[in-house]
């Protein structure tokens, strides 16, 4: 069984949903309970993403990536958190710095940070929240000083995505004074001296992806690595992240599609007093609502994606998929739970693991309070 139909999917993103399905079913299912058990980063799972082209691929054609819209990223991270969240996480987040540069940086820059990801020869990451917090873009402490031809990088990143393995990471800092105007993005090469990075271990979920807490000590980065105009970092980052929310909202899709699948078969297979349990009426109605809430999600998200792609509102629209699915996903993952009993319980079965991975994506890009006073703030139809 596989919820994902491709009935909701642009026809032109259907061959990469596709091969995205292949590659989680002969690389990333297979591997996913014991990347699960150990945390180990999944490093050659990775290699064979890129040598596919679906690892590092979200990178404009001119540039050597293959062009895809969003509604290729998300039809791919449906499919691969679909087969576990930790691994899929860590292929999406291989190009996350580079979406960032190809937005909001120079064609020069452009055409220095974004070829090797294309080509899969690194990886990137991003570092925006802080040990203080992450939602408050505009509280963050991390202070980037200008110093002739540099900028000079002093403060503590923490949650930061690919932070030991990234070859560079786009970081956000305080460039000005603490307010919406006085942030800005910088590349920098995780080589530079004063780059300390720390994995962050015992995680609950997502475990085979990749965070770490940074510490920024006097890293030294040309001026030539600010992506924008000074000051321009608050709003560049807001506006990738209506981008982010609909891949997030994804990933709620995904684990909805693997728990449901799991309480179905589960409850189909199993007898208890000599009956199957999917005889029972309430069981069944609560296969049948865990669905109702997975396809209204998946609706939402869709026609989401569609508004952000087109800039129609896209604020609004990213905030409310965002929220909405990564809530089903938590509802529809503790029902699968529920409905496998005590064996439920168990961290090695699939609806187990979807229950701990659910947990994240409704924190993570913003937590979902945050996204339910956007999505208000933007409403479209609201009198201004």
């Known amino acids: 069984m596989n919820l994902l139909t491709p009935s909701l999917v642009p026809e032109g993103a259907r061959d990469v949903?596709?091969?995205?399905?292949?590659?989680?079913?002969?690389?990333?299912?297979?591997n996913s309970t014991e990347h699960d058990a150990t945390g180990e980063y999944p490093r050659e799972i990775i290699r064979e993403a890129q040598?596919?082209?679906?690892?590092?691929?979200?990178?404009?054609?001119?540039?050597?990536?293959?062009?895809?819209?969003?509604?290729?990223?998300?039809?791919?991270?449906?499919?691969?958190?679909?087969?576990?969240?930790?691994?899929?996480?860590?292929l999406q987040l291989v190009d996350f710095g580079a979406k960032v540069v190809a937005m909001t940086g120079s064609e020069e820059q452009q055409a220095e940070w974004l070829p090797p990801v294309a080509a899969g020869d690194?990886?990137?990451?991003?570092?925006?929240t802080e040990p203080s917090g992450g939602s408050d873009l505009a509280?963050?402490?991390?202070?980037?000083?200008?110093?002739g031809d540099e900028y000079v990088i002093d403060g503590e990143k923490y949650w930061?995505?690919?932070?030991?393995?990234?070859?560079?990471?786009?970081?956000?800092?305080?460039?000005?004074?603490?307010?919406?105007?006085?942030?800005?993005?910088?590349?920098?090469?995780?080589?530079?001296?004063?780059?300390?990075?720390?994995e962050i271990t015992g995680k609950m979920g997502l475990r085979a992806s990749q965070q770490a807490r940074i510490n920024f000590d006097g890293v030294r980065v040309p001026a030539s690595n600010r992506l924008g105009a000074e000051g321009s970092g608050f709003y560049n980052l807001a506006s990738f992240f209506n981008y982010g929310r609909i891949a997030v909202a994804g990933h709620g899709i995904g684990l909805a599609a693997s728990a449901l699948e799991a309480a179905w078969e589960y409850v189909h297979d199993r007898e208890l007093y000599d009956e199957p349990v999917s005889d029972k009426q309430t069981v069944r109605h609560r296969l049948v609502e865990s669905r109702e809430q997975f396809e209204a999600a998946r609706a939402l998200t869709w026609e989401a994606c569609e508004h952000v792609m087109t800039g129609d509102n896209p604020a609004f629209w990213a905030s409310l998929a965002k929220s909405h699915a990564t809530r089903a996903a938590e509802d529809i993952a503790q029902t699968a739970v529920q409905l496998h009993g005590g064996e439920g319980l168990r961290e090695e079965t699939r609806a187990n693991r979807a229950y701990r991975d659910a947990k994240?994506?409704?924190?993570?890009?913003?937590?979902?309070?945050?996204q339910r006073d956007l999505a208000y703030g933007h409403w479209p139809e609201r009198e201004r």
């Open 160 to 198: 930061t995505s690919n932070g030991v393995d990234a070859d560079w990471i786009v970081v956000y800092a305080q460039t000005g004074e603490p307010e919406h105007s006085g942030y800005s993005l910088f590349v920098v090469p995780t080589e530079l001296d004063g780059y300390e990075p720390e």
């Open 139 to 147: 509280g963050m402490t991390t202070t980037a000083r200008r110093e």
């Open 360 to 370: 994240y994506p409704s924190i993570y890009e913003g937590a979902n309070a945050i």
């Open 17 to 30: 949903k596709a091969a995205a399905a292949e590659f989680a079913d002969e690389h990333v299912r297979p």
């Open 51 to 90: 040598a596919a082209g679906l690892a590092g691929s979200y990178v404009p054609e001119e540039y050597g990536g293959a062009g895809w819209t969003l509604a290729h990223r998300l039809a791919v991270v449906e499919e691969w958190f679909r087969a576990d969240g930790g691994i899929g996480l860590a």
């Open 122 to 128: 690194v990886i990137t990451g991003m570092a925006a």
